[in-house]
């Protein structure tokens, strides 16, 4: 299911600009109606509004249409979801500070649960260097005693879809040699 970029902020938007029920506005945004409910009942909101329209997520006419029927449901943009599925074969571009001691964790992490990927893959995956990888897979690093050993994915430093690609282009190259 694909969701708007930043779903509250969409739907503080949606409650306030239009005649949509919670239910629409919580399937929509990838929320429970119970949380769209929250949102609209809030006196001081924390977030501000973001226009769908203007994004391009949405278009006005949906927007009509769905106010018209409360069975109809909003639905993505095929431009926006093309967009998102681009996206999300990248993995995550930029780690945050708090994560980046955590990097070494994913790499052991990485490095035990999937022995057939190469240390290039690896570095390529946690935005490492091969040399790290490497000292890493022989525990020669000089941290080696202090690393937290860590899920990658569970921290967001890799997504899921990537690794798996990863595992499957490093299991198809074995095949064929």
């Known amino acids: 299911m694909n969701y708007p970029f930043m779903p509250r902020s969409t739907a503080l938007w949606l409650i306030e600009n239009?005649?949509?029920s919670f239910e629409q506005i919580g399937a929509f945004c990838g929320l429970h109606e119970l949380e769209?409910?929250?949102?609209?009942?809030a006196e001081r909101h924390k977030i501000q509004?973001?226009?769908?329209?203007?994004s391009g997520q949405l278009t006005r006419e949906d927007i009509v249409k769905c106010?018209?029927?409360p069975n109809a449901r909003l639905e993505l943009r095929e431009a926006i979801v093309e967009a998102q599925k681009h996206q999300n074969k990248k993995g995550v571009g930029y780690t945050p500070m708090l994560h980046r001691q955590n990097r070494l964790g994913g790499v052991l992490w990485i490095v035990k649960n999937y022995p057939d990927l190469t240390d290039g893959q690896i570095a390529k995956l946690m935005r490492s260097t091969n040399p790290t990888v490497s000292s890493i897979r022989n525990k020669t690093?000089?941290?080696?005693?202090?690393?937290?050993?860590?899920?990658?994915?569970?921290?967001?430093?890799?997504s899921e879809s990537a690794l798996q690609?990863?595992?499957?282009?490093?299991?198809?190259g074995k095949?064929?040699?």
Not at 165 to 172: G, L, P, Q, T, Y
């Open 18 to 20: 239009t005649g949509l």
């Open 36 to 41: 769209v409910k929250n949102i609209a009942d």
């Open 49 to 54: 509004g973001l226009d769908p329209i203007l």
């Open 67 to 69: 106010e018209a029927d």
């Open 141 to 158: 690093h000089k941290n080696y005693a202090g690393i937290h050993i860590q899920s990658p994915i569970v921290l967001g430093l890799v």
């Open 165 to 172: 690609e990863a595992v499957a282009k490093a299991r198809k």
């Open 175 to 177: 095949t064929e040699n």
